[in-house]
């Protein structure tokens, strides 16, 4: 199955919501008018876009005056146009030049992310490279079991601590093994941090120095995990995240169990960092690098203009 296909199959709910919901507004023939445009704004808001909803109506009406909507499927062009511009380009996976890599990756309880981190080792390994994981989760009894049986799931190698273990000598001593082994890619989970445990937060930022003690430069990339299904509330919890260390990008998880997708538009306006990967299942191949073109076609269901686009030979969707 291709990065479309998954992504159609994964993002089911919000596909559903918006795309059928705006199919729904054009039923019989329905012209463009101001109800119209009212109702569509409704409609994103509940696909959980927030204040993005209205400045995309202001838009589409703007077009609309200037006669260049004429129904269902010029405003399916115009929000997928839209909608690009605000999530910038796709970013590429990180290309492990630097050996080892370190990515750290952090977020609160519950948002997805010790499933996060296995898939993103197995595919890691599908790519070819060498992983190592540190179970830096000292906080949360099972979190350390859990990860093991996760790293044994997807070929990789864990290091682990007792339970209550400092965090930061765990995450040095994951760099060193790496280091000492060779292997290409370290990844660091970290406590599920509870965004307003300010203790907690400082943890995070003592990890980060200890690990660019070890090895200058790391760690190299800091994701942020973010349930989709806490919508609008995410952005709050991450705010907290990027202000106590330096993120440089986020992982959106279980977009399949809900129809609040539209939330990763706020998120990445809001935050203003990338989107690289989105988790759309439960399966190890269920962590889909982001590609921003075959995200917006898999929930506006504009993938026919999409195909139109690579006749003409404009860029295409990255994945297959």
């Known amino acids: 199955m291709g990065l479309f296909d998954k992504l159609k199959q994964g993002l089911q709910r919000t596909r559903a919501a918006l795309s059928d919901g ?29 204040a993005l909803a ?20 010029d405003v399916r062009a115009a929000l997928r146009r839209m909608l690009l511009e605000r999530l910038g380009p796709a970013v590429p996976e990180p290309d492990l030049a630097t050996v080892p890599t370190v990515l750290m990756i952090c977020g609160v309880n519950g948002s997805g992310k010790t499933t996060s981190i296995a898939k993103l080792a197995w595919r890691t390994r599908q790519r070819g490279a060498t992983v190592l994981v540190g179970a830096c989760d000292t906080f949360r009894a099972a979190a350390a079991d859990q990860l093991e049986i996760w790293a044994a799931r997807s070929g990789v190698e864990i290091v682990r601590q007792k339970h209550g273990a400092d965090p930061a000598a765990v995450a040095y001593d994951s760099v060193d093994a790496g280091i000492a082994r060779g292997v290409q890619a370290i990844i ?38 973010i349930d989709a299904t806490n919508g609008q509330n995410a952005i709050a919890q991450a705010r907290e995240f990027t202000s106590a260390v330096q993120v440089t990008g986020l992982i959106v998880a279980k977009l399949d169990g809900t129809a609040r997708g539209g939330a990763l538009f706020t998120i990445r306006k809001e935050l203003g960092l990338p989107v690289r990967y989105i988790g759309t299942g439960e399966q ?8 921003p073109q075959a995200f917006v076609d898999a929930i506006l269901s504009t993938e ?11 860029p295409g969707r990255g994945g297959t």
Not at 191 to 220: C, D, I
Not at 284 to 291: E, G, N
């Open 22 to 50: 705006l199919s729904g507004l054009f039923r019989g023939g329905r012209p463009i008018d101001e109800a119209l445009l009212a109702e569509l704004e409704e409609l994103l808001y509940t696909s959980d876009l927030g």
């Open 54 to 73: 209205g400045e995309l109506c202001a838009e589409l009406a703007r077009l609309h005056k200037r006669g260049e909507l004429k129904g269902e499927a």
């Open 188 to 225: 660091l989970d970290t406590a599920g941090r509870l965004h307003t445990q300010k203790n907690l937060m400082e943890e995070l930022r003592k990890v980060q120095r200890v690990v660019g003690k070890r090895l200058p430069g790391a760690p190299h990339e800091v994701w942020l995990v």
């Open 284 to 291: 190890m191949d269920a962590l889909l690098p982001f590609d």
């Open 304 to 314: 026919l203009a999409f195909a139109a686009d690579g006749a003409r030979g404009e």
